[in-house]
């Protein structure tokens, strides 16, 4: 049995920035729990950089371009008054990045450099070359380790224990030791991140974004808001779908078809490149099906072409996304165009947050920040750069309202989660025990398959239903996979196993949001709703479980300012 | 259909044993495509650690034929044509092995955390202002910035593998060297001070660290820095700093070692006298002339432009 005021769970920007707000309020018993070794983390792969206006490039730059920038990027489904309180943070949330140690790119007078980026109307994305997520995850670690923060390295968490509306901790599984074991928690903070492995063929994500804090919230009676705003980014590998960074159109890469045209002249005139993530994979993917690709059916793409930007610019402003085309692709972009087609990036909706001052759930001591939350800042499409401001703006407000939530409450009775790790016990013997059933790969695959194919870029009805209906049957099928691993230490096959079931539980999500919004907002994109209608759906959908039913409501967005207008770029 | 072999060492907790598993060739994958193609159809027991896919999150590494890569971008093709189509993959060396390929990293970030890898920034800087530095002084920190944390540099390091109880992970010393690079740290002073008793003096200079990285930083070099760092700071009565400099003097008077003189300035007389069983062993094996007093080189002029040429670079 272990216990803590504040338990923060995963280890991303979001988690290591929230551990790092409670351990401030120095009575408190913080923990950092983690699947992995925290420096893996996704916000590591983030590569171009983080927003905030710092006016360093673009003296005319100002928050409220900001908001307003990221309410249009969102297709106006984010909530503005999060939006403008998470703009307003965002220039001292990264002063204090610099003063943490995060290696900035400088600009002539010593400031930190901003470059362009998708959907911003001023240069306001500050980066470190094109390794900003990388930078910003290894000095947030360092400062745990300053700190002091006591991180459960390899723990996985099993199940949110809930008991009356109320939070009573959680089960986690000490891999290293193999263990399962109860914890009690006066607070978490869910910052387990995105959960684009459900497309597990064609992702960005690494094979650690499994969905496994949406999943358990699910679970434990919280709301999934906005599911069904999957993020495709443009720039995927055309082979692997591993990230190329907006940076590379940030910094005046261009886009070609077959023809060798830059083909968003036709779809975003004015902003070309730079226009919105949504809208350009689905040009690039129009360009594909309508035969101005290379290549054909899966393997079809377009090309990223960065030679006109010459040798110096690419090693200086892009070295990684070089050395990744030449490895992955066998390309060097100083020569040769990059193969690159949409590839799954980003979960904009996420964990129901319903205050996003404190980041707080509809649970009594359950937080959730970063990518696994939905606060909504972004929406129906996040704008390339928010990800990481979004991480240390909430994951910070998260850390902070946890810890004052635990100073509220008196730690629960252990005998529920006592009971659940039980349970879990129980279930780790049954599942490694079984010899028959479909193998956790096949399921994977499967489902990444029907996810791609009929609920990515472009989706329809028909094609969405034969998906659900894929999906139930997938779930059914999960019921009795077998676990062919009994030995407890480090057993990768059990974690595979419950990240599976986080994927099918998220997914299954997804595809009923995906559904019942009949119209084409952001990276929502329906053939036969193709335009937004804003009468019926300017709305948030939240998706909730009992048991295996799964139920769908609504609420309103919060729009302050801005009226919903026609998105044009 | 060409069969190629994983020889994986696997270890379940308790017991250590070798394990082969046969896959078909496939062309242009990947060292990690083999072992994913494992788990998924072979044996979902095998227990490793990947993540990214795309070298940046450090998570893959391991051992293949005795070379610590990036199991995710080390092609396999490539490797095969080096080693044939029987490939041996261990874990990291140097570090305690959990399951298979899976090491601990908790015992290497307490390591870190000793020697406070951390900024502490100049007091004009603020969280509330951030700081300043110039563009030439991010390139100087640029590179060490790239370190993944995968661990290859430690797995090959030979010293710590002879002993790592007076020695730190090789990237450490360029996590250290960072931040005394780092033109907005104030605290230069202290983190030299802080490494001179864990293993400054005592990297063997086999390179492995350089030549295993996978993200081109050379941990040796930053080691090398400290060190030159150490000894303007005047910290030269150490025996590695005394044995530098004795190095140092020989090469500039005659362009030769003298092995007695080098041994009696690095460790003084009563260390020499301790030494004592070895130089005779030495001498019986011909390797050591007591009496060998070395003449100036040919060409030992040019030595001498040569250590000039440095010592006006290090001061520019």
């Known amino acids: 049995m272990e216990n803590y005021d504040v338990l923060v769970i995963g280890s991303g920007g979001a988690g290591m920035r929230a551990a790092l707000e409670a351990v401030r309020q120095k009575d408190l018993r913080v923990g950092l729990m983690t699947k992995m070794f925290p420096t893996r983390s996704a916000t590591g792969c983030a590569q171009g950089g983080i927003n905030g206006v710092l006016k360093n490039m673009d003296p005319d730059d100002s928050l409220e371009k900001h908001i307003f920038d990221t309410v249009k990027g969102s297709d106006y489904l984010g909530d503005q008054d999060a939006i403008e309180y998470f703009v307003r943070q965002m220039p001292d949330a990264i002063r204090e990045l610099d003063y943490f140690g995060v290696p900035f790119s400088r600009d002539a007078e010593g400031r930190i450099a901003q470059r362009n980026f998708g959907g911003a109307s001023s240069p306001r994305t500050c980066f470190s070359a094109d390794v900003t997520g990388h930078v910003i995850l290894h000095t947030l670690y360092e400062q745990c380790l300053k700190h002091g923060v006591k991180i459960l390295t390899e723990w996985y968490l099993l199940q949110i224990v809930v008991k009356n509306g109320e939070l009573s901790g959680v089960v986690g599984y000490d891999m290293k030791n193999g263990s399962i074991v109860p914890i009690t928690a006066k607070a978490i903070v869910v910052a387990t991140g995105g959960a684009g492995r459900i497309y597990w063929l064609r992702t960005t994500n690494p094979f650690t974004s499994t969905g496994d804090g949406m999943a358990a919230c699910l679970d434990a009676g919280i709301a999934l808001k906005d599911p069904e705003f999957i993020q495709f980014h443009p720039t995927g590998l055309a082979d692997t779908g591993i990230l190329m960074s907006e940076a590379s159109r940030g910094e005046g890469g261009y886009l070609l078809n077959n023809q060798g045209e830059r083909f968003m002249s036709r779809y975003a005139p004015e902003k070309m490149e730079l226009a919105t993530r949504d809208l350009v994979s689905q040009a690039i993917e129009t360009e594909i099906k309508e035969g101005r690709g290379f290549g054909q059916g899966l393997s079809a793409y377009v090309q990223l072409d960065l030679r006109h930007l010459g040798r110096e610019k690419i090693l200086e402003r892009l070295p990684q996304i070089r050395e990744l085309a030449i490895t992955f692709e066998q390309v060097d972009p100083i020569e040769q165009p990059i193969p690159i087609r949409p590839s799954c990036h980003y979960t904009m909706g996420g964990i129901d947050v319903v205050d996003y001052r404190t980041c707080a759930t509809t649970v009594t001591g359950v937080y959730a920040a970063g990518e696994a939350a939905c606060v909504s800042i972004h929406g129906a499409n996040r704008l390339g750069g928010n990800s990481l401001a979004d991480i240390v703006a909430f994951g910070k407000f998260a850390g902070k309202g946890a810890a004052d939530c635990a100073r509220q409450r008196v730690i629960a009775e252990p005998s529920w989660v006592n009971a659940a790790a039980q349970s879990w016990e129980e279930r780790f013997s049954l599942v490694t025990c079984r010899k028959t059933g479909a193998k956790i790969s096949d399921i994977r695959d499967r489902l990444a398959e029907i996810m791609w194919n009929n609920v990515g870029v472009f989706r329809t009805e028909t094609e969405m239903a034969e998906a659900s209906t894929t999906v139930d049957q997938l779930i059914q099928e999960y019921q009795t996979v077998p676990v062919p691993n009994a030995n407890k230490v480090y057993n990768t096959t059990f974690v595979n196993y419950i990240e599976l079931g986080s994927m099918l539980t998220v997914a299954k999500a997804v595809v009923l949001g995906a559904l019942h919004r009949q119209e084409s907002r952001g990276s929502h994109c329906r053939a036969d709703f193709p335009d937004r209608d804003d009468v019926n759906f300017l709305k948030h959908t939240l998706i909730s479980k009992r048991a295996a039913d799964y139920n769908i409501a609504y609420r309103p967005v919060v729009v302050t300012r801005h009226q919903p207008a026609e998105r044009k770029y | ?316």
């Not at chain 2, 190629?4 to 044993?17: A, M, S």
């Not at chain 2, 399951?99 to 007091?123: G, H, N, Y």
């Not at chain 2, 030769?256 to 094996?285: D, F, H, Q, Y």
Request: proline residues 3%.
């Open chain 2, 1 to 316: 259909m060409r069969q190629i072999t994983y020889k994986i060492e696997r270890f379940d907790g308790t017991r250590k044993f070798i394990q082969e598993y046969s896959l078909v060739h496939q062309p242009g994958k990947t060292i990690l495509w083999g072992l994913i193609a494992i788990k998924d159809t072979m044996d979902p027991t095998l227990a490793f650690t990947a993540a990214c896919r795309s070298a940046v999150c450090g998570a893959c590494a391991v051992r293949v034929n005795g070379q610590a890569v990036l199991a995710c971008e080390t092609s396999l093709d490539t490797t095969l044509d080096r080693f044939g189509d029987v490939l041996t993959l261990a874990p990291l060396q140097n570090f305690s092995v959990i399951r298979d390929l899976v090491v601990d990293w908790e015992e290497k970030s307490e390591r870190l955390a000793a020697v406070k890898t951390w900024l502490m920034p100049q007091d004009g800087f603020s969280a509330q202002t951030g700081c300043r530095q110039t563009g030439s002084d991010f390139k100087k920190i640029n590179t060490q910035a790239g370190c993944i944390l995968c661990g290859a540099c430690a797995s090959e390091c030979s010293k710590l593998t002879a002993n790592s109880a007076d020695f730190l992970e090789p990237f450490t010393y360029s996590k250290v060297w960072k931040f005394v690079a780092d033109t907005r740290d104030q605290a230069a002073t202290e983190r030299i001070k802080g490494i001179l008793d864990k293993g400054l003096w005592k990297c063997l200079h086999c390179a492995e660290c350089i030549t295993k990285c996978p993200k081109g930083l050379a941990p040796g070099e930053d080691i090398a820095r400290l060190r030159r760092f150490s000894l303007r700071m005047g910290h030269d009565d150490s025996s590695g700093a005394r044995h530098a400099l004795a190095f140092l003097q020989d090469i500039a008077e005659t362009g030769r070692l003298n092995e007695t003189k080098l041994s009696m300035r690095s460790i003084g007389v009563w260390g020499s006298i301790k030494k004592l069983p070895l130089a005779l062993r030495l001498l019986r094996r011909g390797k050591l002339n007591p009496f060998h007093l070395p003449r100036k080189v040919a060409g030992h002029d040019q030595i001498q432009v040569i250590l000039k040429a440095v010592k006006e670079s290090e001061q520019a």
